[in-house]
Each structure stands twice: as C-alpha cells, then as structure tokens.
T-cell receptor
Framework: GQNIDQPTEMTATEGAIVQINCTYQ??????LFWYQQHAGEAPTFLSY????GLEEKGRFSSFLSRSKGYSYLLLKELQMKDSASYLC???????????FGQGTTLQVKP | EAQVTQNPRYLITVTGKKLTVTCSQN?????MSWYRQDPGLGLRQIYY???????DKGDVPEGYKVSRKEKRNFPLILESPSPNQTSLYFC????????????FGPGTRLTVL
C-alpha cells in the first residue's frame, strides 16, 4: 500500500532556511508533488519531481531520492507569508489516485 | 480567467437530505477529482475522473457518487448525507492526467447535522 510521512508542525524564523521532509512508500513510483495551502484556502502547486536531485524555483527548492523514498522542500529567505501547510503527495501506482500526506504546518515567526 | 468553481461554498444540511456539490472548470482539463479534508487526516481522494464518462473510486468513496457527462463538470452527490461527511471538500482538475499540476477549487464547507 501507500504511506506518506511528514512532520506535523514546524517553526522557523523570518529570513532563515527551513527544510520540510517527506518519506513515502508506494508501489510503482511516478513522481512526487508538493503543494502549499494557506489557512482557509485551496492548495496550490509548488513542484513535481520525477527524477533524483534538486530542482530550484526561486526561494523554493524540492529534492527527491527515489532509492531512499525521500523528498524535501527547502524554503530560503523565509517570509511571514510562507506560514502555511505544505502537502506532499504521490500518485498511487498506475491508477488515477493521488495520495496526500497529512501536511506540515509551518509557522514563520518574526 | 482560468479557474475551478464550486457551489455552494458553504452548506448546512440535515442527515438524509440528498445534496449535490457542483464543480466546473473552464480549462478543458481531462482529469478531475474530489477530495475531502479533515483535521489530522489531510486531503483524501473521494473519486476521480480521467475523462468524460470515466470515473473511479479514490480512497474514501463510501457515501458519495459522481458523474462526468461533460468535460467541464464533475458534480459530487451525497444521496443520504450523514454527520461523518461533515468536512471541507475540494474539487480539482489537471490538463491530461494526475501527473500534472492540479488546480483546486475554493472549497465547500459542508456540515451535516
């Protein structure tokens, strides 16, 4: 079956760097998504990693290691607006299902 | 404006009273999906559709029905709502399949008394 683990909560300081980890177990890996969700709003897409390595998009980067079943989202130069939940998700095998982790709520403090 | 719309945004109803939550996208997306979000449980997929007339169960389909008669619309039907279906519901769509960015609707907060 599928299983995704993320820390429930994290706290970081404005201007700092934070790494949000995600470990997964899935049959037939087909990539890993990261979404951001501000309180009371819909999730929005951040990244989709299929190959190993680091992909950078401005202040946000996402890393994938398929052999370790591990990904992380790296947020640099944290801003107050980065306070949100960060959701890790993986497609389930060759079905049309998408499995989400419980999400990591990040609080950025001044 | 490219978007996914859901209606209603908020609904309070009573046990057993059939309801439909509509979802519509104007991006000509083939893949559409419904999720529910509950505290401590994250987003869980209810049903998804790969294309018109093609629907399949997600992880929590019990008590829900869907249909996909047109590409743009994907309504979620609760034939006999129960209190355990009180939740925040999101509809989402993506261009061709689930291996693409999903665009989410604004959410529908449903309370079943």
């Amino acid at each position: 079956g599928q299983n995704i683990d993320q820390p429930t909560e994290m706290t970081a300081t404005e201007g700092a760097i934070v790494q949000i980890n995600c470990t997964y177990q899935t049959s037939g890996f087909n990539g890993l998504f990261w979404y951001q969700q501000h309180a009371g709003e819909a999730p929005t897409f951040l990244s989709y990693n299929v190959l190993d390595g680091l992909e950078e998009k401005g202040r946000f980067s996402s890393f994938l290691s398929r052999s370790k079943g591990y990904s992380y989202l790296l947020l640099k130069e944290l801003q107050m607006k980065d306070s949100a939940s960060y959701l890790c998700a993986v497609p389930s095998g060759n079905t049309g299902k998408l499995i989400f982790g419980q999400g990591t709520t990040l609080q950025v403090k001044p | 404006e490219a978007q996914v719309t859901q209606n209603p945004r908020y609904l309070i109803t009573v046990t057993g009273k059939k309801l439909t939550v509509t979802c519509s996208q104007n991006m000509n997306h083939e893949y559409m999906s419904w999720y529910r979000q509950d505290p401590g449980l994250g987003l869980r997929q209810i049903y998804y559709s790969m294309n018109v007339e093609v629907t399949d169960k997600g992880d929590v389909p019990e008590g829900y029905k869907v249909s996909r008669k047109e590409k743009r619309n994907f309504p979620l039907i609760l034939e006999s709502p129960s209190p355990n279906q009180t939740s925040l519901y999101f509809c989402a769509s993506s261009f061709s399949d689930l291996y693409n960015e999903q665009f989410f609707g604004p959410g529908t907060r449903l309370t079943v008394l």
